[in-house]
């Protein structure tokens, strides 16, 4: 996809189709949008009145153009209220711009829309609308759905000397479109051996420094929660460490570190019934977020150290397996009651956020499809959000309300802890039903010792059955764009 931003007015444009913002008190046109229904000969005026339009956000319409105007076609794209203009709107907007104009098989697109804060991020927005919108992951089809003409450049009007910001919208999505395909690649594709492969084509790619430990340097480092849950699978663990430097002295110093489960059977304690295991192959969408946002820093290059972590392996049963009650050591020393194989992330996770502590660093994020009690709190659109700092959690909300991405912060609620106390262990690794997604948390907690921690519940917002709009149906590449977001505040 091509862009290219202009000063061009929209009264003047000429190009195949063109999309225009409306906000709920502009339908009856005036200035510069009643010359240009002029020259289309009342076809704007015209289809709000057929269609009831009534400029809300995330509404659209769209109609052809007769005679010998100079467009074929055109949108309109719903704002809303002027007050309530975020910049969500451009990006849910823009996106169903681009589908619409793609299904009328357009292959050029002019797009006007207000601007939003400043016309770089208004720039970003509409680009990261389009491509995340357009995007289709067909690796696993035999044939194309769609064939003849595509759409090929979007002209973003009003927006002229934003192309920086072109560039660094399409540098985030490539970060988004890696996190998609790797969370759809199914088990029998993706596992800890492919996704170190992939670790090692971003460190070729961007430079990045990378440490790859495989099970007996796992051993070595007493990481026997990572190693417990990696017991029964056939194929071996790896623990993936990519570290990003910047030239000089940086400026703060970053791990996030992402749950890295290729597959979760449950282990002994399978996943029977209504408990989706054939969805079990997103159990890494916290892996792919982290390499997501290391392809996007790697190309951007701010002033941040950054390392991506993820203890990556799949939760099997064999005769070899975990059984339900053994006790595991962490690499910080503390002992844990496996009351439940199917709490897997969490004992893979104390061990990579012991890593990441011993590292120094100013904060650590973790992300992970951790909880189902997080998808029933929270649904599948918003991520829990656990913090020791309030800093931190302030951070990454501000990043997040940035990218139109929603996050929830939830409590670190100490007493809770009981849920987890064993009778010969430290802890179990999983407490009473009620509360599940803060055990959870509370349990992580215990492997980060003085740094500021925050940790993310991606459980529900990592897949989406139904159409999200820009955000895509199947794998969503959550969170890659506030992490982004984040790293460069
Ligand atoms: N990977 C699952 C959590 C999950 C559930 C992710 C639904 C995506 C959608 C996790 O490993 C798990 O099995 N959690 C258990 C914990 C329980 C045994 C305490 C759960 O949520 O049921
Ligand atoms: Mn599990
Ligand atoms: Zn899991």
Redesign the pocket.
């Known amino acids: 996809m091509e862009f290219r931003v202009t000063d061009t007015l929209r009264s003047d444009w000429t190009g195949e189709t063109l999309a225009i913002g409306l906000f709920e008190n502009e339908l009856s046109l005036s200035g510069d949008l009643a010359q240009l229904d002029e020259k289309l000969a009342g076809t704007l005026q015209e289809l709000i009145a057929e269609t009831g339009f009534e400029g809300k956000a995330g509404h659209s319409a769209s109609t052809r153009v007769g005679g010998n105007s100079p467009i074929r076609k055109v949108i309109l794209i719903g704002l809303g209220k002027p007050e309530d203009l975020k910049l969500e709107t451009l990006r849910v907007g823009a996106g169903n711009a681009a589908r619409l104009a793609k299904s009328i098989k357009c292959e050029t697109l002019g797009i006007s829309l207000p601007v939003c804060e400043t016309p770089a991020a208004s720039t970003q927005a509409i680009v990261e609308g389009v491509e995340l919108a357009l995007y289709q992951d067909n690796r696993f089809k035999s044939e194309l759905e769609e064939k003849g003409l595509k759409l090929e450049q979007v002209e973003l009007l009003g927006l002229a000397s934003t192309e920086a910001a072109v560039t660094h919208g399409q540098t985030v999505c490539s970060g988004v479109f890696l996190a998609r395909e790797l969370i759809a690649a199914p088990a029998n594709t993706l596992n800890a051996l492919t996704m170190a492969e992939i670790a090692e084509s971003l460190a070729q790619d961007y430079g990045f420094e990378l440490e790859i430990l495989d099970q007996e340097d796992c051993a070595k480092l007493g990481m026997g929660a990572f190693l417990g849950v990696a017991q029964a699978a056939e194929i071996p663990p790896k623990f993936i460490h990519l570290i990003y430097k910047p030239e000089k002295a940086p400026r703060r110093r970053l791990a996030i570190v992402g749950k890295g489960?290729t597959f979760?059977s449950?282990g002994l304690n399978l996943?029977v019934g209504a408990s989706s295991i054939e969805m079990m192959k997103t159990?890494m969408g916290g892996a792919a977020a982290t390499f997501g946002a290391a392809k996007a820093v790697g190309q951007l290059k701010p002033d941040v150290e950054v390392h991506f972590i993820s203890a990556v392996t799949e939760?099997m049963i064999s005769g070899r397996a975990m059984h339900p009650g053994d006790f595991l050591t962490a690499s910080n020393g503390k002992t844990i009651e496996v009351n439940n194989t199917?709490?897997?992330?969490r004992l893979t996770l104390a061990d990579a956020l012991v890593f990441a502590d011993k590292l120094g660093v100013d904060a650590i994020v973790d992300l992970a499809t951790l909880t189902g009690a997080c998808v029933v709190a929270l649904g599948n659109d918003i991520a829990g959000l656990w913090s020791t700092s309030d800093n931190l959690a302030m951070e990454l909300e501000t990043a997040a309300q940035v990218t139109g991405e929603k996050l929830w912060r939830m409590p670190l609620e100490e007493s809770y802890f009981e849920g987890l106390k064993a009778i010969h262990a430290d802890m179990k690794n999983t407490g009473p039903r009620s509360g599940g997604a803060i055990t959870a948390a509370l349990f992580l907690k215990q492997f980060v010792k003085e740094t500021p921690w925050a940790h993310l519940d991606i459980a529900g917002t990592v897949w989406a059955d139904k159409d999200n709009g820009y955000k895509s149906t199947g794998a969503t590449g959550f969170a890659v764009r506030m992490l982004v977001q984040w790293v460069l505040s």
């Open positions: 489960l979760d449950g996943k159990d939760n199917d709490a897997e992330g």
